[in-house]
């Protein structure tokens, strides 16, 4: 079950020359899952799931508005408005959008749900290049991953605060999968506790080059240490841009059976789950460096 939630998370691009000829034909596979939808609900305190079956979307219910972390692929935009309006909110009272990371199976709704709600877009400061470019790092060009460009009103580093209302979100710089990949950590309450929540921007290697001419300068130890900063975080719920990352289905499935205790309360689970990353990120360093090694 690891390997598979590892295969399919962020996108998920571990091997696609293994799974579809091109990147077209990859997507064109994912994107039944990607944009298969998902019944929306409430996860946990003032933080709801209003994504598809395969893509991670969620709002946060403050006392001055909403707050919406990432979209899905563009074909999904009207789904997520729909969630949006099922658990009895309105797109018009996003206040702020923020990102995890500029990749187009997160992007695609900015545009259309920014025009929509007048909502700031927040992001971390090395990625707001790639937003307002629509493109992909490194791969600029490849009109398969790019997306329809959004303006960043806002760029936060480690340790920036978003503040609405009651709630107040702080970002993490967790480099590696995207050059400006955030994840964001919040306060819940679980009954008369409090409990720290992560929304874990990615760590997979996906479409990156890590070795020759990387995906952007630095990279390696950019995972290394996102890696090295996740395992010490002591995080009580962890969730992720794609529902593989922390079991999302199964947790719901808990959930809907008994709500008590809240099955996406499992502290450690973050460690656990880094530590994999960072064993893939191994591998896949020494696959890089040995096909660069064959080509020269």
């Known amino acids: 079950m690891r390997k598979l939630a590892a295969a399919l998370c962020a996108l998920a691009f571990f091997a696609p020359a293994a799974q579809a000829q091109t990147i077209k034909d990859f997507l064109a596979v994912v994107m039944v899952k990607w944009t298969a939808p998902f019944e929306p609900f409430q996860l946990i305190d003032n933080i709801y799931y209003v994504g598809t079956d395969g893509i991670a979307v969620y709002v946060i219910k403050t006392s001055q508005g909403l707050i919406l972390i990432d979209t899905a692929m563009p074909q999904s935009t009207g789904m997520i408005k729909d969630h949006i309006a099922k658990l009895g909110f309105k797109v018009a009272d996003i206040k702020y959008i923020l990102n995890s990371h500029a990749h187009l199976d997160h992007t695609g709704g900015f545009a259309e749900i920014k025009t929509d709600s007048g909502a700031q877009l927040v992001a971390g400061e090395r990625d707001k290049p790639l937003l307002e470019g629509g493109y992909y790092p490194g791969d600029e060009k490849n009109a398969d991953l790019g997306f329809a460009p959004v303006k960043v009103d806002r760029t936060v580093k480690e340790g920036d605060k978003v503040t609405l209302g009651d709630t107040t979100l ?127």
């Open 170 to 296: 702080t970002a993490h710089e967790t480099p590696g999968h995207s050059p400006g990949c955030t994840s964001w950590e919040m306060t819940v309450k679980d009954g008369d506790q409090d409990r720290q929540v992560l929304f874990f921007c990615s760590g997979t290697v996906a479409l990156n080059r890590l070795v020759g001419q990387p995906t952007y300068p630095g990279i390696v130890d950019d995972y290394r240490a996102t890696f090295a900063k996740a395992k010490a975080m002591k995080v009580d719920v962890l969730l992720g841009p794609h529902p593989e990352v922390y079991g999302m289905q199964d947790k719901r499935a808990q959930q809907i059976k008994s709500a008590t205790p809240n099955p996406f309360v499992k502290p450690g689970e973050l460690a656990t789950y880094a530590t994999g990353l960072s064993e893939d990120f191994d591998k896949q360093l020494a696959k890089q460096t040995a096909a660069l090694q064959l080509a020269k």
